[in-house]
């Protein structure tokens, strides 16, 4: 098991995990529409973590991170449906934060939850209050109707993952 953080930067093997998880993004967010999946999973400002067993990718977060303002939007976040409840959503968004802290140099994550994901965001340290100062984030993220606006802190010293 491993788990990687790649971009659409013209790598074969990146490439075929990056179509594998905007495959399971498309059957696990059936709300969004799969062109928009598509264009935001390869477009280069775009970032994805995923988690790779024997190859094959089991689930990831796609983000982007905005470094002048020192903080990441999650656009998608899913692990495969017979996957789920193992673990590998909480081990993920752990490997994120240490990526986006150590690699992008970000302080904070916001991201429009789905309602029926709230529970998850809640137990990875997310808040629906928001912090963060408005001008650091206002006209950088777009309104999305279906979800709740949630915020998470990345501590600047915590070992996210061993
Ligand atoms: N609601 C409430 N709690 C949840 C949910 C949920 N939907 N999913 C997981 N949890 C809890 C688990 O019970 C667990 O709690 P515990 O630590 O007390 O045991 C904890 O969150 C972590 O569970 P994991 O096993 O690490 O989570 P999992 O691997 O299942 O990944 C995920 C969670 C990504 C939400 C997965 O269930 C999934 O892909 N769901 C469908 C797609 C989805 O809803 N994605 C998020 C949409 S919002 C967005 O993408 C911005």
Redesign the pocket.
Known sequence: LKFVCNSNDGNDEHMVWLIGLKNIFAR??PNMPKEYIVRLVMDRNHKSVMVIRRNKVV?GITYRPYASQKFGE???????AD??????????MNHLKQHARDVDGLTHFL????N??????I??GFTKEIYLDKDRWQGYIKDYDG?ILMECKIDPKLPYTD
């Open positions: 696990q967010l689930g999650i656009a998608f976040c899913a692990i495969t996957e789920q409840v193992k673990g590998y959503g909480t081990r993920l991201t429009y939850a789905d029926n994901a709230v529970g998850y965001f137990k990875q979800g």
